[in-house]
């Protein structure tokens, strides 16, 4: 699961003005970095642009996955990731960095754009792995762990109980051999009589 891109977006004329980019691009040789942040650019430019205000869209193209949301309030968010990446956790993540822009800078600062913002960077490098922004998943995740270690445990508790029975058959057998041959043994030496 990654996150490729996070950009955020003015929407308040017909062309969204960018007003925040987050790209990790690491992932690709360092000669095709700069086409592929050109291109996170331009899809985010092209999602935000064709997303309504109070619409959320995403969009699927190959491995990829391009997740698009416009607030009434004419902000918009661009998160590009991967298909594995949980599309609820996307959309959540893009509200809650929104909501932590705006607390920082109001609409009325919007006119320095673009904005660099390290606290949304960090943020950002947290969210390429969802279980650490999303308590849900991370309580998924850890019950699914736990179910797992319950079922070895139950599976070797069934083996033991296995192991159980055959000793106590075993010894079943054993008492009921052991009771023939005290019986052997005892007409045995009753015949004879030692001095």
Not at 94 to 113: N, R, V, Y
Request: hydrophobic fraction near 35%; glycine fraction near 2%; proline fraction near 3%.
């Amino acid at each position: 699961m990654k996150a490729l891109a996070l950009s955020l977006w003015n929407k308040e004329n017909e062309k969204a003005v960018n007003l925040l980019t987050i790209q990790d691009v690491a992932q690709f040789s360092y000669f095709q970095r700069a086409t592929v942040a050109e291109f996170l650019t331009f899809t985010s430019q092209f999602m935000a642009d064709r997303t309504a205000p109070g619409e959320r869209k995403s969009v699927k193209e190959k491995e990829y996955i391009c997740h698009s949301l416009t607030k009434t309030d004419k902000i918009g968010g661009v998160m590009i990731c991967d298909e594995e990446y949980p599309q609820r956790v996307a959309f959540t993540f893009m509200i809650k960095i929104m909501e932590d822009f705006l607390a920082k800078h109001p609409k009325g600062t919007w006119s320095s754009a673009p904005f660099t913002d390290a606290d949304i960077r960090k943020q950002f490098d947290a969210a390429q792995d969802p279980k650490e922004i999303d308590h849900l998943m991370k309580i998924q995740t850890d019950l699914d762990e736990t179910k797992v270690i319950l079922y070895d445990t139950i599976e070797k508790v069934l083996e033991r109980g296995e192991k159980l029975e055959d000793i106590v058959s075993r010894s079943e057998q054993l008492s009921a051999t052991s009771k023939q041959f005290y019986k052997t043994a005892k007409s045995t030496n009753s015949c004879c009589v030692i001095l």
